[in-house]
Each structure stands twice: as C-alpha cells, then as structure tokens.
C-alpha cells in the first residue's frame, strides 16, 4: 500500500480531532489507530503544528513556497554574477567576440543558449548565424601577431604595427590594435614605480646633436639560479641610444669600468666628448678620472638621489629589465654574457625608437653618418 502524504490543512484538522478523543476519554494509541498513524507521528504533528489554525498552516506553506523561489532567484542572479565575472574582459562590441563568449558560457557553466545570449547581450538569431569568413590577409595578420606576441612578450601592439609597415605590410594602427585585442594578446602591467624624489638640475641644456657626444654609465644587479650575485656595466651613446656595452661579471671595479671605455673608445674610433655618471664608487674613482682626464672627455656627475638626471640610461636600464632579467634564469655567468649579448645586438639592430623616426639605433647612426658625409667637390 503506498504511504499516504499529509498536507498541513488536513494535519491541524485531524489534530483538532484528535484532541477531541483524547477530551472524551480516549488514549492517544486509540486516537493514532483512528487515524492509522504512528504515535511518534501524532508527537511530531504536535511539535510542528500545535496550537496553529488551518489558515495559519495555509500561510505557512505560502511562505515557504516564497521562500523557495526567493532562493532560486538570487541562485539565478549569484550564476549571472559569476558567468560575468569569468568574462571579465570589458567590452564586447563585436558580434564574433559575444558569439565566442556565448559558447565559453555554455561549455562553463552548462547554462542555455538563451540565458548565455541574455548575459551577454547578444541576441539569439545573431548567436545562430555562421560567423563570415576570415579574409586571407588577416589570417596571415594574426598568425603574425601571434608569433610576434611569443617572439616579444614585452613589446606591445604599437611596436607590432611598426614591425609590420617595416616588412612592407600596408596596415594602420586602428587595424592592428582590433586584431591585436581580437586575439586576446596584450602585454602583463608592470608594477607601479614610487616617484622619484631628491633635488637635482635639469637635464635639458644637455641636448645632443651628434653621436659620440656624450656615453651614459650606469650598473645593475642581478642573481644567478645558485644565487651568486651577477653585476651588469651598461653603456649607452644617448644620441643615437646605441647599447655600446652591456659587461656582466660576479664583481666590477673602477679598472673594469676605465678598460670598458678604453675598448669602445678603440671600437669607435676616439672616445666621448662627455660620460655621464652616478656618484658610485666605481665612477668616482681617481683612474676614471685619470682617464677622462687623458683623453679629453668631461665627466658629468648627476645630483645624488636624481636618477632622472641620467634618464637615457634609466629607461635602458628598465628595458634590459623588463625584456631579458625577469624572463630569464641565467644557470652560469658564461650563459648570462651570451644571452644579454644577443639581447644588446638585437636591441641596436631591431628595436624601433620613436625618436629617431622609428629608426632602429644603427640605422639611426648609419642615417647620421650619410647625412654628415663629406660630399665630393
């Protein structure tokens, strides 16, 4: 026989029966075989429903179904939140890019077409279209950059788009910023620096006009796998911003850094008109002096706590960071003068300064050199 389910209407009736037996006399046992009940059913009758009327057991159970759909709503609305919240990608404005992420809502979280669409704002009959094809071009645009993304992963869209009007590509920047998004590439923030603060001079007087002019020093630091300290020379000519060196050993001293400049000097046929430099000890040691002082090149020491007296140098400094030091583990000090070797030739050959029209640091120098070259009588 199946198992009879009470509604709470009939469960205070037939308490209230019930408790019209027991008044005339009868047991509880003769009243639970009345009603074909067990008696631990009867005490949990009285322990919910006792002392409430049918109307009052009517509102109870409206208030439970209230309840009920209360929670299934804001179940409904927290998914809403979550599905939005692992979208978390701003704007979507184009009909492909809410179609992908209709289908990542879908594969995600098991919701329907219809409730993806709504989340998204996109609407069904759109979602249920085949997307139009990719014309060849820009497959071939993405595909490059997406290779451009792995091969830089510090440099950005702008610097992409250059890369591509470069290697002959007819492309503006609009096109190549929607492709670049498109594709989900962008470029990890870097953490953001404490302001510099300190009493220091302007360096605008110091314009230079001619490569040679001025070479800019400066160190860094960093740390091998076993944690042995490696310690990093950079020198850069500041017009032309040429890495002219980047020398890497465990220690560097003042004889270091004067054999440094005498090499470049040689390489480059006559040393600097001027060398910038901090007021480390290594800069201003009495051979460095020496030095300047033999071959006729002025030192210009910047104001202590001023690095942006020496800024040429510093935005060097925070690309060799950005770009080699923090993507790489160096295991040996000969692994690290080969990589950050490489790193400084393809800098010099291959990194576009807006400064110099986007011209790359050699080609900048080699334009100076043709413009200042002697022409024949």
Not at 86 to 110: I, Q, S, Y
Not at 246 to 271: F, M, N, Q
Not at 308 to 329: K, Y
Not at 346 to 351: A, E, F
Request: hydrophobic fraction near 40%.
């Amino acid at each position: 026989m199946s198992r009879r389910r009470h509604t709470p209407e009939q469960i205070i009736r037939k308490l209230a029966e019930g408790h019209k037996l027991l008044a005339g006399g009868q047991t509880v046992e003769e009243v639970c075989r009345h009603f074909g009940i067990a008696e631990s059913t009867w005490a949990r009758w009285l322990n919910q429903y006792g002392g409430m009327k049918a109307d009052d057991a009517k509102r109870l159970r409206e208030l439970e179904s209230e309840n009920a759909r209360l929670k299934k709503l804001l179940a409904e609305a927290e998914l809403d939140k979550e599905m939005l919240k692992h979208l978390g990608r701003g704007k979507m404005v184009t009909p492909n890019r809410r179609r992908d992420a209709v289908r990542e809502l879908e594969d995600r979280f098991g919701v329907s077409q219809r409730r993806a669409c709504r989340i998204v704002g996109q609407h069904r009959s759109t979602q249920r279209l085949d997307p139009p094809p990719v014309p060849d071009d820009e497959a071939e645009l993405r595909e490059f950059l997406r290779a451009f993304a792995k091969r830089r992963p510090r440099w950005g869209w702008r610097r992409a788009a250059k890369e591509l009007r470069r290697g002959g590509w007819k492309v503006n920047n609009k096109r190549v910023r929607r492709l670049w998004r498109d594709e989900g590439l962008q470029v990890p923030t870097k953490s953001r620096k404490k302001r510099l603060t300190g009493v220091g001079a302007h360096v605008g007087p110091m314009s230079l006009i001619a490569p040679n002019a001025l070479w800019a020093l400066d160190f860094q630091f960093d740390h091998l796998i076993d944690h042995r300290q490696v310690k990093v020379l950079n020198v850069i000519d500041e017009y032309t911003r040429e890495a002219l060196a980047i020398d890497v050993a465990h220690s560097i001293t003042a004889d270091d850094v004067v054999a440094c400049l005498d090499r470049l000097a040689i390489e480059r046929g006559r040393p600097p008109a001027f060398v910038r430099f901090d007021n480390g000890p290594e800069f201003v040691a009495v051979v460095v002096a020496e030095w300047c002082a033999a071959n006729g090149t002025e030192c210009v020491f910047i104001d202590p706590g001023s690095p942006w007296q020496n800024a040429w140098i510093e935005s060097f400094n925070s690309r060799l960071r950005d770009e080699l030091l923090n993507l790489w583990q160096f295991d040996s000090l000969l692994e690290a003068r080969v990589i950050i070797e490489d790193w400084r030739i393809d800098y010099n050959i291959n990194r576009p300064h807006t400064a110099h029209g986007d011209l790359t640091p050699s080609e900048a120098a080699k334009a100076w050199i043709s413009r200042h070259q002697p022409q024949p009588a």
